[in-house]
């Protein structure tokens, strides 16, 4: 209620001239009149027209008043209407809002991708392009025009396979070197069907960057696991029959009598039961092992270990000492077994052809695609709805020319106002918290200091890199990316060469610290703790997060919220969690025991984001004495208005999967207000933020 009074006195206070302007003007006339001769009739004239137009001038004042605490702007009338038809459904953050299914995170990603399909789409933006941004256009477009993709039917990938030296399965084949073939489709299609290979920091040194080598990622290794032998039985015949349909696409009639799959299956079966979980591996420590390539080619022989690197990294010369990270040897020497225990040539070409349709079928006939679905279905995983075309286009050309889409939405979406008023935003929300650390209670003094330090020391990112915007290197990038008007499959061979030649260019250079591990278009927080950052990208300011016509209200109840969470879970990474921060926890939520967990912090970390963000909006207001308001919900106070924007955002968002908003603690007025379960045990009072 508080901000409530403060923005009634100050539209009172404008509305004061106004009244006292023209009852002055009025008694002035009364005067004249009085005393009138023909002589002053021009005197008159005069008055009338200064008092007509100080009426006037006055009310326009008292208009553009009003209107700028109303904010009509279209972004503010569709929050209006959001909020508004939110409040309406008196805010249940429970089951109906979760009915909504789509988070805000979901929601502004999807008018990230539509943005970007209208500026791929539009034949107006910025002329005139880079030469980097019309081949980015040209992908799109030719990835649209699914009319050809279909006519051109299963004959791009016939002319691989045929370059490839045919498919053993297909009947049509020539034995090939195992090992040039290999190379050739790691280095031409950017295809492992063996182990994967990329390149990363150093997890011993985050300087350098490595090759590592991975188990890959198998197409149904949970159902081949299985140790219930009839799951694993169906499994092998939905495979045998998802290989038939791919061979039928091809025009093959496959007959699964004659044609010898049998060994194909059960390699594919080995090969996948011989990978193991993450966490397995973690646990029996196979991850990280530091070993040169000759140490590599003695544990898994079937390999010709250098050859393949040397083809996937070309021109980088490489040599047989040279240090790879291994993240599961057992895995490595299983899979060169089972390799040599086929027959020569055939099944093993089988295997790889496979794995190069499984690459490149996503740029074929969408019935590639519809076969693979099929098997999901069939094999009872979740498949998510066809994604339209234009989202597929979108995503596949954000992929293949990220650093130039980023470039055209940061200029489209992230303007000088908006950055400056996202600066100002971070840097309010980054003192308000600062100031909190030094008052609250619940840390002791070495944890203090170290909470400060942090907080202070904290490389903060905001946006994009300075490189996005240039456009010279980005066409010297993409100089030898030749991008077809009508063969998709084309273009997507030409993504894959790039892609290799991209991570051959990582390899080559140290890893920077300017580098940023997320694309500006994203709408991730990125921590990168070894770099002491927070990065904040422009894909994260955008609607229904962050508007510049917003009520900061809003801004903060919503963005503000999300950057306060983001601070204070670097600051928990930093100070840990102390036993008096326990005791707090446990007063607060007037528990008498207290089982810490990961959902407990969470809930916490929200609760003080929700607290920090309104303090610092507290002192926004203050600095500027004014915010605006919505059409719709012009009678809240200011507050209120941050709290239903808050909620909202936490309310629908699958980052509250059990409806707890309130679990730790939520204004209780405004849980009142819009019935938000308040989940008894841990529904304290106001007190009770760490925050507050
Ligand atoms: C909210 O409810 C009011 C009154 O029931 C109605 O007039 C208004 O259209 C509703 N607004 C939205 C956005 O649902
Ligand atoms: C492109 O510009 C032309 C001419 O200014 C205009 O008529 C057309 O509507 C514009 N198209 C889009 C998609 O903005
Ligand atoms: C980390 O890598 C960099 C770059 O190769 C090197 O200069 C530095 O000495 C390495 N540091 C350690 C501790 O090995
Ligand atoms: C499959 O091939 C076998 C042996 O060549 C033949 O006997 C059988 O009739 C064929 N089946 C079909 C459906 O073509
Ligand atoms: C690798 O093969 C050996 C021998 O067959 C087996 O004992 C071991 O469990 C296998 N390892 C994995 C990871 O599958
Ligand atoms: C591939 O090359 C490696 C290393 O030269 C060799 O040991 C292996 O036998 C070759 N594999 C095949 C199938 O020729
Ligand atoms: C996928 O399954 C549907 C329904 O079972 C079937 O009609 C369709 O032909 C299958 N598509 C492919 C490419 O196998
Ligand atoms: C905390 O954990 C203990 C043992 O796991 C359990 O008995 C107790 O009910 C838990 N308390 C709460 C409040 O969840
Ligand atoms: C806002 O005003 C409307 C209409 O005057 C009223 O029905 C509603 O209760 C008010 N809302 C609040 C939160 O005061």
Redesign the pocket.
């Known amino acids: 209620m508080e901000d409530g009074r403060t923005v009634q006195q100050f539209s009172s206070v404008l509305d004061q001239p106004v009244s006292s302007g023209s009852s002055g003007s009025e008694a002035g006339l009364r005067v004249h009149v009085k005393w009138v001769t023909v002589a002053l009739i021009g005197v008159l004239i005069l008055g009338v027209s200064v008092w007509l137009l100080t009426v006037f001038l006055c009310s326009q004042h008292a208009e553009t008043a009003r209107a700028t605490s109303l904010c009509q702007s279209p972004a503010c009338l569709s929050a209006s209407v959001r909020l508004q038809s939110f409040v309406n459904s008196s805010g249940t953050c429970g089951t109906p809002s979760r009915s909504l299914a789509a988070s805000r995170w979901q929601v502004t990603w999807e008018n990230n991708l539509r943005l970007m399909s209208a500026l791929l789409e539009n034949p107006n933006y910025t002329a005139p392009l880079s030469s980097a941004e019309e081949k980015a256009k040209r992908f799109y477009r030719a990835c649209m025009d699914q009319n050809r993709v279909i006519e051109l039917g299963a004959k791009p990938i016939q002319e691989v396979i045929d370059k490839l030296g045919g498919w053993s399965l297909a009947g049509v084949w020539k034995p090939t070197d195992f090992n040039k073939t290999l190379q050739t489709i790691m280095r031409e299609y950017n295809t492992f069907p063996f182990f994967s290979v990329y390149i990363d920091p150093d997890p011993l040194?985050s300087?350098?960057n490595r090759i590592q080598i991975d188990q890959p990622e198998f197409q149904m290794s949970t159902q081949l696991n299985s140790n219930d032998l009839m799951t694993k039985v169906e499994a092998l015949r939905l495979y045998l029959r998802y290989t038939m349909s791919l061979l039928l696409l091809l025009g093959i009639e496959a007959n699964s009598t004659s044609i010898p799959t049998a060994p194909l299956i059960i390699f594919a079966s080995q090969l996948s039961s011989a990978a193991a979980g993450l966490e397995d591996r973690r646990q029996q420590g196979r991850l990280y092992q530091r070993m040169s390539i000759a140490e590599l080619q003695a544990a898994a022989p079937a390999i010709d270990w250098l050859g393949c690197l040397q083809a996937t990294f070309h021109p980088l010369q490489l040599s047989e000492s040279e240090p790879v990270l291994v993240h599961n040897l057992a895995y490595l020497t299983n899979m060169s077994r089972y390799i040599n225990m086929l027959t020569p040539g055939g099944d093993v070409n089988s295997y790889m052809i496979l794995s190069v349709l499984h690459t490149l079928s996503p740029s074929l006939d969408p019935r590639f695609t519809e076969a693979r679905r099929n098997l999901s279905q069939q094999l009872g995983e979740k498949t998510e709805v066809m994604t339209p075309r234009w989202r597929k286009c979108v995503t596949e050309t954000i992929m293949a020319f990220e650093s130039v889409l980023d470039a055209m939405f940061v200029r489209k979406a992230f303007s000088k106002e908006k950055r400056d008023m996202a600066a100002e935003m971070i840097s309010d929300l980054k003192s308000t918290l600062q100031t909190k650390l030094v008052n609250v209670e619940w840390l002791d003094e070495e944890a203090r200091s170290t909470a400060l330090m942090k907080i202070s020391s904290l490389a903060i990112k905001l946006g994009h890199p300075a490189s996005t915007l240039d456009r010279t290197g980005q066409d010297q990038l993409y100089s030898e990316f030749s991008v077809s008007e009508e063969l998709y499959f084309h273009n997507t061979l030409q993504y894959l060469k790039f892609a290799n030649k991209q991570m051959v260019s990582r390899l080559k250079r140290?890893a920077r610290k300017d580098d940023w591990l997320i694309s500006p278009l994203s709408v991730n927080v990125d921590h990168t703790i070894r770099f002491h950052d927070l990065v904040f990208p422009a894909g994260l300011f955008q609607e229904p997060f962050f508007h510049v016509d917003y009520p900061s209200a809003v801004n903060f109840g919503g963005i503000g919220t999300v950057i306060a969470n983001e601070f204070l879970q670097t600051l928990y990474k930093t100070i840990g969690v102390s036993q008096r921060f326990l005791l707090k926890i446990a007063e607060c939520s007037q528990l008498q025991e207290l089982n810490y967990s990961q959902t407990l912090q969470e809930d916490w970390n929200r609760n003080g984001a929700l607290y920090i963000s309104l303090q610092a909006y507290k002192s926004w207001l203050s600095r500027k004495h004014f915010d605006s308001k919505l059409p719709s919900l012009a009678n809240l106070s200011n507050t209120d208005l941050f709290y239903i924007s808050y909620t909202q955002v936490i309310c629908g968002s699958v980052r509250d999967p059990h409806g707890q908003v309130n679990r730790g603690v939520v204004n209780p007025r405004i849980l009142q207000g819009f019935s938000c379960p308040p989940d008894s045990p841990t529904n304290p009072s106001e007190r009770c933020s760490l925050w507050a």
Do not use: L
Request: charged content about 50%.
């Open positions: 040194n300087s350098e140290e």
